[in-house]
């Protein structure tokens, strides 16, 4: 176990619902980044917070959005949620050491459903 | 933008083989390189991380290789059992110079008894 947790574990919503995610990385880490990954690919990262400020965001849209709080936990928020939203979210902890961020210890994920 | 290529094809051997698993790269070389371990419906969780710098780590059973000229790892586990049976995700750095990571679609392996 890697000590990141997250909630729900799984979710069930409708298209144009909205759907907050939370995750508590792990002791001592200061840098949350989120992936979606869908059925049979690779996690796809969505954007990662270091010290509360968005450090950095992959290639979706802004309805995509989130927050990192002063104890390091941190939300993601998706609006106006589309079928093709339904993946898994994983939520990685680390620590950044220069300009790279090494070893990602990732939380069990928030299996969501869009109907 | 990085592109990372495993062999999608599962790969099913026996009990006690060495399994092998290819990861391609493009673009520029990353500083450094991971692979994970994924089971069905969880979080990928951490292996092994090898430096550009560094053509060989090994920690129990695994074994990874680098080789940035061919722009390839190579990922083993000796001695299989089936309870390494799993998906196996190779990740790099991106090439923003973002803290996160890139990774490949991962290559299903399945230990038979």
């Known amino acids: 176990e890697t000590g990141v947790t997250q909630s729900p574990t799984h979710l069930i919503k409708t298209r144009g619902q909205q759907v907050t995610l939370r995750c508590s990385s792990q002791?001592?880490?200061?840098?949350v980044s989120w992936y979606q990954q869908a059925l049979g690919q690779g996690p796809q990262f969505i954007f990662q917070?270091?010290?509360?400020?968005?450090?950095g965001r992959g290639n979706f849209p802004p309805r995509f959005s989130g927050l990192q709080f002063p104890n390091y936990s941190s939300e993601l928020n998706v609006n106006a949620l589309e079928l093709d939203d339904s993946a898994l979210y994983l939520c990685?902890?680390?620590?950044?050491?220069?300009?790279?961020?090494?070893?990602?210890?990732f939380g069990p994920g928030t299996r969501l459903l869009v109907l | 933008s990085q592109k990372i290529e495993q062999n999608s094809e599962a790969l099913n051997i026996q009990e006690g083989k060495t399994a092998t698993l290819t990861c391609n790269y493009t673009?520029?070389?990353?500083?450094?390189l991971q692979w994970y371990r994924q089971d069905p419906g969880r979080g990928p969780v951490f292996l092994l991380l090898?430096?550009?710098?560094?053509k060989e780590k090994r920690k129990e059973r695994l074994k990874v290789t680098f080789d940035t000229t061919l722009k390839q790892s190579l990922f083993h586990i000796t001695a299989s059992q089936p309870a390494d049976s799993a998906t196996y995700l190779c990740?790099?750095?991106?090439?923003?110079?973002?803290?996160?990571?890139?990774f490949g679609s991962g290559t299903r392996l399945q230990v038979q008894p």
């Open positions: 990740a790099l750095d991106m090439d923003t110079g973002r803290r996160a990571l890139t």
């Open positions: 990685a902890s680390s620590t950044t050491s220069g300009r790279l961020s090494e070893t990602q210890y």
């Open positions: 002791s001592g880490h200061n840098t």
């Open positions: 090898i430096r550009e710098n560094e």
């Open positions: 673009n520029y070389s990353p500083a450094y």
């Open positions: 917070y270091y010290r509360e400020e968005e450090n």
